[in-house]
């Protein structure tokens, strides 16, 4: 989640198996960071967040789930629902 507008903005998160939640918001920063660098929009940024780090608690460790850039691709084609509250 993340503020627009004065607005709280929530995201759903992917649906998939948690194996372990080790590095998950590490990869969600991650994902956030590499879309503000690639100009995307804050919607598109935190799709990029929710998935990098849903994929990283699909596996062992902090690392094997980290999406390369055509993975990342494959993975935000999915729209997540967007919910927003006035703060």
């Known amino acids: 989640s993340t503020v627009r507008n004065r607005n709280w903005i929530k995201m759903e998160a992917f649906k998939n198996k948690s194996v372990d939640d080790t590095g998950a918001g590490d990869a969600f920063v991650v994902g956030i960071v590499d879309g503000f660098v690639n100009n995307k929009n804050i919607d598109e940024c935190l799709r990029m967040g ?31 629902k967007i919910t927003e509250e006035t703060l």
């Open 50 to 80: 929710v998935a990098s780090g849903s994929s990283v608690v699909s596996f062992m460790g902090a690392k094997d789930g980290l999406l390369r850039s055509e993975e990342m691709k494959k993975k935000i084609v999915k729209k997540l």
